[in-house]
């Protein structure tokens, strides 16, 4: 492998092998450069005349927030000239669409409640879906301005909270007509992600395209470009599936997801803080109380120094080996109780176990409570948080807490009061390094989390899954029927479901022939009336 001798970037060619270490250094000093040069030039070119051209936060953040600078690069390939360009054409339109400012109150309430635009559910890849209702869509260019606005709204909001991650557009087709073509608008969502929000773009998903719309989406094609042309994935009921799992589709897609859009709130899966932070529910019982007790006991024990721990062992009056033997038995009859993690995600910071899914047990398992084991792997502590999207129903804890370098901790995800285990829910990871800590206490953590950069955050999803109950059942009729599993009867509704929407279709296509018959028949009646007149007149 050859790379330039000397400078990164210039330099004579030299025969020289390159370690892996050696090119990402190399290619990380070329990015700094270009995002310098980048900064440098627009400063001058841009900035110099005009100053009130653009929004002023806008501007700041261009100077402070690298990745930024990078995600206009890349989509112009690295050539500043090009990328000054966009940037320019961007921030214009980020202050005419004040995209800053936007707020609910901004958008007309009757735009918000028709659910034609909205944030719901995750692609297989774990990006975002942004749901476009294509019928609820009606040509009026008194209403595009607003339109849009919504649009701008929904990006820029999902833009502040998940900074670089991709997002999955979702046009929905199904039940359209002629009125809601709108290239005008199509072409304003393309440039939304070509130009104002670069690298967003997962890829389009277009669902039941009516063949009318042929000739439109070739004009969206070469909007798009070339190289873009390869996000656009047209399905119907059967491809869909390849990009985004059952769970997250409605009924009408061969989906099984109950949602029903509705405003107000705003819809929209934001991770939130779990009903417990770090300790037990006053209203739990006491042997759960006992339980969360020795949990936090088990858990301080992991994180705590060596002296520590000899101080809170000889507190609990472990000092016996007897005893300890005792507690160990405890903990490992404890942690029966949980699915044991198998996969592992290896983060920059966290190597995180699950990779991808909680397992909790059915109600009849017995196993309600699931385990999360995080492993820091740098050389300083991470502060951690647990958020997620249903924070009525969990106990996280710890959820908000620290982990020592190479040390691991132990989370405890339970269900709250009975309430069931869906696989709708999410878990979201945060974590960050703390490299000049002042302390791991609640304020100090609080604290760091206020003052810690956006790019410096760690972000980890987990899905949630049930997993059904192994006890053995009587292989009689009755007991087979009672015991049938959820996945047996999910199957069987989904198939209702299309059965139903088959008859619905059906019952369609009789009315339709029905008309045709009593319209063939009224003509039929004209005719022999007309004839026999003409018969009449003739005969006369």
Not at 90 to 108: A, G, N, Y
Not at 176 to 199: A, E, H, L, Q
Not at 417 to 432: K, P
Request: net charge negative; proline share 5%.
């Amino acid at each position: 492998m050859r790379y330039w001798d000397g400078s990164c970037g210039s330099g004579t060619a030299t025969a020289i092998t390159s370690t892996p270490a050696t090119m990402a250094e190399c290619q990380a000093q070329n990015k700094a450069k270009l995002v310098s040069e980048t900064r440098r030039r627009f400063e001058v070119e841009y900035l110099t005349d005009k100053p009130d051209k653009y929004d002023p936060r806008d501007v700041e953040r261009l100077q402070q927030d690298d990745n930024w600078v990078e995600s206009y690069l890349l989509w112009r390939h690295d050539v500043v000239e090009e990328t000054l360009k966009m940037i320019d054409e961007s921030f214009q339109w980020r202050k005419e669409m004040c995209v800053h400012d936007l707020t609910e109150s901004s958008i007309p309430r009757w735009l918000l409640e028709i659910g034609g635009i909205y944030l719901h559910g995750y692609d297989k890849e774990g990006n975002k879906l942004l749901w476009i209702r294509v019928k609820y869509h009606i040509k009026d260019h008194k209403t595009i301005l607003d339109k849009k606005k919504l649009i701008a709204f929904w990006l820029e909001r999902y833009a502040k909270r998940e900074s670089g991650k991709p997002i999955t557009v979702m046009f929905d087709l199904s039940e359209t007509g002629i009125n809601s073509i709108d290239m005008d608008f199509v072409r304003f969502i393309i440039n939304c992600f070509k130009v104002y929000y670069p690298k967003y773009l997962s890829k389009i998903v277009i669902f039941d395209m009516p063949w009318i719309m042929n000739a439109a989406f070739k004009i969206v094609k070469s909007w798009l470009g070339p190289e873009a042309v390869s996000l656009l994935k047209f399905t119907s009921k059967n491809e869909v599936q390849d990009y985004v799992s059952i769970e997250y589709l409605p009924p009408h897609m061969g989906g099984t997801d109950p949602f029903k859009y509705s405003y107000p709130p705003l819809v929209d899966d934001d991770f939130q803080t779990p009903l417990c932070e770090n300790g037990p529910i006053a209203s739990e019982d006491e042997a759960s109380s006992k339980e969360d007790i020795e949990s936090d006991g088990k858990e301080t024990l992991e994180t705590v120094s060596n002296e520590e721990q000899a101080a809170l062992l000889k507190k609990v009056n472990l000092t016996e080996p007897s005893s300890k033997a005792e507690e160990n038995e405890k903990v490992d009859s404890k942690m029966k109780g949980f699915k044991k993690p198998l996969s592992v995600f290896k983060g920059p910071l966290l190597h995180i176990s699950p990779a991808e899914e909680l397992y909790f047990g059915s109600t009849e398992s017995g196993e309600k409570k699931a385990l999360i084991v995080l492993t820091n792997v740098t050389k300083n502590i991470v502060a951690f948080k647990v958020r997620t999207t249903a924070p009525e129903k969990y106990r996280v804890k710890p959820s908000n807490s620290s982990c020592d370098p190479g040390a691991s901790v132990d989370i405890v995800v339970s269900p709250h009061g009975g309430l069931t285990v869906s696989a709708q829910d999410r878990f979201l990871i945060m974590a960050a390094e703390m490299e000049q800590p002042s302390g791991t206490g609640p304020a100090e953590l609080s604290q760091f989390w206020k003052e810690v950069l956006r790019n410096k955050v760690m972000e980890h999803r987990l899905r949630c899954h049930i997993v059904e109950s192994s006890k053995p059942t009587a292989p009689t009729l009755k007991d087979g029927a009672i015991n049938m599993s959820d996945k047996t009867s999910e199957d069987m509704s989904l198939q209702l479901n299309r059965l139903l929407e088959s008859n619905k279709k059906l019952e369609d296509q009789v009315q339709r022939c029905i008309w045709f018959q009593q319209l063939l028949l009224s003509l039929t009646v004209l005719w022999l009336a007309f004839v026999i007149s003409l018969l009449c007149l003739l005969y006369n």
